[in-house]
Nanobody, 122 residues
Framework: QVQLVESGGGLVQAGGSLRLSCAAS????????MAWFRQAPGKEREIVARIIWSGDITYYADSVKGRFTISRDNAKNTVYLQMNSLKPEDTAVYYC???????????????WGQGTQVTVSS
């Protein structure tokens, strides 16, 4: 069992930055692929970024490439999402997820956090 708790969301102006953190409980954190998803009102949940257990391989949605960076610290059981050059269309609830397989589909992830709101004003 893994419990995930996100933090770091908030209100920021367009062009600004935020850093999201996801703290995981459990000793098996390093075995899981981790991902950040987001869901805007009236839209489906979509993947933002994904990182494998070792941190060597990452994946980014086209909409955030070059602006967002995912990283993990297995010693701290934490995954991060550094978000730069934020745009109003990045406004959404951001969720952290853990899964035993590497995937972009939300249903393939086993554990989810409660979400943190990110609002980007124009």
């Amino acid at each position: 069992q893994v419990q995930l708790v996100e933090s770091g969301g908030g209100l920021v102006q367009a062009g600004g930055s935020l850093r999201l953190s996801c703290a995981a409980s459990g000793r098996t954190f390093s075995r899981y692929a981790m991902a950040w998803f987001r869901q805007a009102p009236g839209k489906e949940r979509e993947i933002v970024a994904r990182i494998i257990w070792s941190g060597d391989i990452t994946y980014y949605a086209d909409s955030v490439k070059g602006r967002f960076t995912i990283s993990r610290d297995n010693a701290k059981n934490t995954v991060y999402l550094q978000m730069n050059s934020l745009k109003p269309e990045d406004t959404a609830v951001y969720y952290c997820a853990a899964g035993s397989i590497v995937a972009v589909e939300a249903y393939k992830y086993d554990y989810w956090g409660q979400g943190t709101q990110v609002t980007v004003s124009s």
